[in-house]
């Protein structure tokens, strides 16, 4: 009986071995180093895209606000402190409050053609929702470099904006 006891124990041990223990460690981190790149990939068209939605949204409630008051009112973005920054205001104002997006994110000024007043890139919206003045695009990317942009487009004098992602911010 004795003898069983011992030839149990011994052919079915319990737990791993060392050996086991770190080829599992090994496949783990192979796949978590090929997971990080796509996982920062993701992250950082997550960003541009919440980035690009906020911009077009803020401008779009500009144009409405120009629509409601019956006055000029501009959208102005700008880069202070390597942090994008945009604000909603009345023409004849100048911009008090800010709003800030990620800070991950940078106006590409190599692409952005939107009128520039000192380091102020801005839209002009009329009473009755049409651009005063020209058309253009701010364009966005990533602060450390990286291939993905995405910009918004006022396309038209009528105030039309659309939004369009790399090659085609161009």
Sequence with gaps: MIILIFFHRHRHPRGFTLLEMMIVLLIIGVLVAIAIPTWNEFLNNYRLNTSMNEILVGM??????????????????REAGGIVQWSSHPDSIPPQLWSSLDRTIAIDSTR?????????????FGFQGQVNGQLGRVT?????????????????LLGVLRTATNEHCN
């Excluded at 779009?60 to 973005?77: E, G, L, P």
Aim: hydrophobic content about 30%; aromatic content about 4%; charged content about 20%.
């Design 60 to 77: 779009r409630q500009t144009q409405v606000q120009a629509i409601n008051t019956r006055k000029d009112w501009r959208f102005s973005i």
């Design 112 to 124: 952005t053609t939107l009128p520039q007043t000192s380091s102020i890139h801005r839209v002009e």
């Design 140 to 156: 966005l990317r990533i602060q450390n470099g990286g291939a993905p942009r995405r910009c918004v487009v006022v396309s038209t």
